[in-house]
């Protein structure tokens, strides 16, 4: 079954570095996301990405965020200075259909960001 | 304000039990609906979408109450594999998708 791949498993950084996580989505999938979850708290939407654009963000995606779709394969979120409170769980995730009762996301393992 | 709210639990139920969960969204323009179940430091998986006439997948039902802008989810027989927090997921416009803080459940042999 095709699955969302995402690299590295856990990133430890110094804050006011930049990180970049990857993600490769589903193959044939058309839209993508980044979400994050602090530790006991519940998913948060960063961005979902459409047509090589950005096509929404929530507050928390603000100037210190980018995303990129490299090439045919690679989707990634970087975060330009990393503060304390960007520890989290990253999650990439991918959907196909933009029908709205099938539009289940699929989603990868996660990034466990830790900055120190 | 929150756009999805769950009761936290936990829930502890006996194997083979039936267990429901309710997730109530304060948007009335909210779209679709899903259920995913999320395991202790994992990925959340969807478990199912919810449609307007409600559905079933094996021993998995979900509801859609749209007039008093609920959903439900209702396992029945519970396994010892089902123990995971329930996350109730609602788009209201666009692609967004607003988690709810998750239900969890423990299944108890």
């Known amino acids: 079954e095709p699955e969302v791949t995402q690299t590295p498993s856990h990133q430890v950084t110094q804050m006011g570095q930049e990180v970049i996580l990857r993600c490769v989505p589903i193959?044939?999938?058309?839209?993508f996301y980044w979400y994050r979850q602090i530790l006991g708290q519940k998913v948060e939407f960063l961005v979902s990405?459409?047509?090589?654009?950005?096509?929404?963000k929530s507050e928390i995606f603000d100037d210190q965020f980018s995303v990129e779709r490299p090439d045919g394969s690679n989707f990634t979120l970087k975060i330009r200075s990393t503060k304390l409170e960007d520890s989290a769980m990253y999650f990439c995730?991918?959907?196909?259909?933009?029908?709205?009762?099938?539009?289940?996301?699929?989603f990868g393992p996660g990034t466990r960001l830790t900055v120190t | 304000r929150k756009e999805v709210e769950q009761d936290p639990g936990p829930f502890n139920v006996p194997e083979g039990a039936t267990v429901a969960f309710n997730c109530t969204y304060s948007?009335?323009?909210?779209?679709?609906f899903f259920w995913y179940r999320q395991d202790c430091r994992k990925e959340p998986k969807l478990l199912m979408s919810?449609?307007?006439s409600g559905n079933e997948d094996g021993r998995f039902t979900a509801q859609l109450n749209r007039a008093s802008q609920y959903i439900s989810l209702l396992i029945r027989d519970s396994k010892l594999s089902d123990s995971a927090t329930y996350l109730c997921?609602?788009?209201?416009?666009?692609?967004?998708?607003?988690f709810g803080t998750g239900t969890s459940l423990t299944v108890i042999p």
């Open positions: 990405f459409y047509n090589n654009e950005i096509s929404e």
């Open positions: 193959s044939n999938h058309l839209y």
């Open positions: 919810v449609y307007s």
């Open positions: 995730a991918s959907s196909h259909s933009p029908n709205r009762e099938t539009l289940g996301q699929y």
């Open positions: 948007n009335s323009a909210s779209q679709s």
């Open positions: 997921v609602v788009i209201i416009t666009g692609n967004q998708f607003y």
